[in-house]
């Protein structure tokens, strides 16, 4: 009876055994597949970052672009204005004084427009090189990114860090 009882306890200490070793099997299973479900989401949130950056880039140089455009419909005007201007000015000698007054005014318009179309260009420009920055980082391209940044440091002080 003694040899009995021993082989039922090996017996149920080899079936405790085995299920301690499955279950211990599925818990390292389980927490495998949770680690990589975490590494996917941490991936995609940070994809989805870089796409919002990205979109909110192209929407800030689209608006730039259309001050961009405005300034040049206005700097049109002004020159046709000035054009317009010059044509009168053999015609209305009398009211010369007058008609300087406003076209000085109208010349310093247009260089402001000038000044200011310049200084949108750069800031598109600026806007397109950060764009492809974080573009390129987000792609893990970092060396890549950090190269064209320090290229664009000097015109563009403002870039950011590749993220």
């Known amino acids: ?13 080899a079936v405790v055994s085995a299920v301690v070793v499955v279950v211990a099997g599925g818990a390292f299973l389980n927490n495998q597949h949770q680690q990589r479900l975490e590494a ?22 689209l608006a730039l672009k259309n001050e961009l455009d405005s300034a040049s419909q206005r700097e049109a005007a002004l020159q046709l204005e000035l054009r317009e201007m010059d044509a009168g000015a053999s015609r209305l000698l009398a009211a010369d004084g007058q008609q300087q007054a406003r076209r ?14 310049a200084r949108l ?43």
Request: hydrophobic share 35%.
């Open 104 to 117: 000085q005014q109208a010349e310093r318009e247009l260089q402001d427009l000038r000044t200011q179309r």
């Open 40 to 61: 996917e989401a941490r991936a995609q949130a940070a994809q989805d970052q870089a796409n919002r950056q990205s979109m909110e880039r192209m929407q800030g140089e």
């Open 121 to 163: 260009e750069k800031q598109v420009d600026c806007e397109r090189i950060q764009l492809t920055v974080n573009q390129l980082s987000a792609k893990g391209d970092t060396d890549q990114a950090l190269k064209l940044q320090s290229l664009w440091a000097a015109p563009c002080p403002s870039l950011q860090a590749a993220r």
């Open 1 to 13: 009876m003694d040899n009995l009882s021993r082989r039922q306890n090996r017996t149920w200490l």
